[in-house]
């Protein structure tokens, strides 16, 4: 394995990780702004406002995007071992 290698490797764990990471991420940050639009205009600041809706919407997210989630962990899995199988 040369550092070409394992550079190619890191990079495609990493765009995994933001593939698969990028649903959830994306609609907390979406419930998020709208709450926070909704506590500017109401000048209510109440802290449980913030987390418990990010954390069902989240959930809920993972929930629906888990085939998609599972699928691009196996595709990478393949990947590194079939990287392995063939001695780099």
Do not use: C
């Amino acid at each position: 394995m040369n550092e070409a290698d394992a550079i190619d490797l890191v990079a495609s764990a990493i765009w995994t990780v933001l593939l698969v990471s990028g649903p959830a991420v994306f609609s907390a940050m979406l419930v998020g702004i709208g709450i926070a639009l909704f506590q500017a205009l109401t000048q209510i600041q109440e802290m449980t406002l913030t987390f418990i809706p990010k954390i069902v919407v989240i959930l809920v997210v993972l929930v629906f995007s888990a085939p998609f989630i599972g699928a691009q962990i196996y595709t990478f899995t393949q990947y590194v071992y079939g990287r392995i199988e063939s001695g780099f």
